[in-house]
């Protein structure tokens, strides 16, 4: 199952910033970055409760999740060491909010 998840982002990766002798436009790579960051600070805002009690659909769910996915384990080969170590700090952040809210 880890090795079907890597080959997707694998790929995922490649079709998004491209190859090193073909390298994709930077509007794919920076659409990534600002939906997988956006949505860390949409979640954090559903959490606190600041939306009331709207849901955000599974599909946008599923997306962001992607999205998150491919910054923490593309950025750190092919895309910018800075944004996949902001990553990794903002997402335990996120968790730690979302664990805090649903518990109390």
Known sequence: ???????????????????????????????????????????????????????????ITVIWALCSLIVISAEYYVGSKKLCLAAFVAYPIWLAIAIATEVT
């Open 1 to 59: 199952m880890v090795e079907i998840l890597e080959l997707v982002v694998t790929f995922l990766a490649i079709w998004i910033y491209g190859t090193e002798e073909n390298p994709r436009h930077p509007f794919w790579r920076n659409s990534v970055r600002f939906i997988s960051f956006s949505g860390i600070l949409i979640s954090t805002a559903g959490f606190l409760g600041l939306f009331g009690s709207f849901e955000f659909p599974f599909v």
